[in-house]
T-cell receptor
Framework: GAVVSQHPSRVICKSGTSVKIECRSLDFQATTMFWYRQFPKQSLMLMATSNEGSKATYEQGVEKDKFLINHASLTLSTLTVTSAHPEDSSFYIC?????????????FGPGTRLTVT | QKEVEQDPGPLSVPEGAIVSLNCTYSNSAFQYFMWYRQYSRKGPELLMYTYSSGNKEDGRFTAQVDKSSKYISLFIRDSQPSDSATYLCAMNSGNTPLVFGKGTRLSVIA
């Protein structure tokens, strides 16, 4: 099956610093990846759509200068949380659509738990 | 009204029970319907997806879609403690981002 990995799985950082989260499709190529944020006992909230070779599309209310997305290859998208604050603490999950599969199928990574102190 | 409504539960059932999980939606453009299972502190795992109205069965799981009522269900037969997780419905109109329900927390008690 399609496997998506994320790194790191957990990160603690100080307020004001930046954190980079990687999302990799391990056994397939993905032109399109998505970044979600999930607060405790809440559903997944789409933050942005990441497209290889072009600028990400951000959802309303998501600051593109704060959440930098780079999708430089067909197997890797990165999310950088810049100048992190405690309210950015959350569970960040990426997903990817295999280029070879139907567009409605998404495979999710295991998530990255970010804690900003 | 939210695009996708899902009762968050929690839902607690004895082992062996039949579980029924449901979502309603308002966007008639939705064509693809998915159910994901998410264990605590893990990413969602795709369980089933359906396209048309009707039933789709996979082992102990049955997904049901009623487009006329904008209502989808997931049935779990012979539920096991290992089925304890949060179940999220999700849907889209094809090449668009998935819209998720809030998820229903299920506990299967041995």
């Amino acid at each position: 099956g399609a496997v998506v990995s994320q790194h790191p799985s957990r990160v603690i950082c100080k307020s004001g610093t930046s954190v980079k989260i990687e999302c990799r499709s391990l056994d397939f190529q993905a032109t399109t990846m998505f970044w979600y944020r999930q607060f405790p006992k809440q559903s997944l909230m789409l933050m942005a759509t990441s497209n290889e070779g072009s600028k990400a599309t951000y959802e309303q209310g998501v600051e593109k200068d704060k959440f930098l997305i780079n999708h430089a290859s067909l197997t890797l998208s990165t999310l950088t949380v810049t100048s992190a604050h405690p309210e950015d603490s959350s569970f960040y999950i990426c997903s990817a659509i295999p280029n070879s599969g139907p567009s409605y199928e998404q495979y999710f990574g295991p998530g990255t738990r970010l804690t900003v102190t | 009204q939210k695009e996708v409504e899902q009762d968050p539960g929690p839902l607690s059932v004895p082992e062996g029970a039949i579980v029924s999980l449901n979502c309603t939606y308002s966007n008639s453009a939705f064509q693809y319907f998915m159910w994901y299972r998410q264990y605590s502190r893990k990413g969602p795992e795709l369980l089933m997806y359906t396209y048309s109205s009707g039933n789709k069965e996979d082992g102990r799981f049955t997904a049901q879609v009623d487009k006329s009522s904008k209502y989808i269900s997931l049935f779990i037969r012979d539920s096991q403690p290992s089925d304890s997780a949060t179940y999220l419905c999700a849907m889209n109109s094809g090449n668009t981002p998935l819209v998720f329900g809030k998820g229903t927390r299920l506990s299967v008690i041995a």
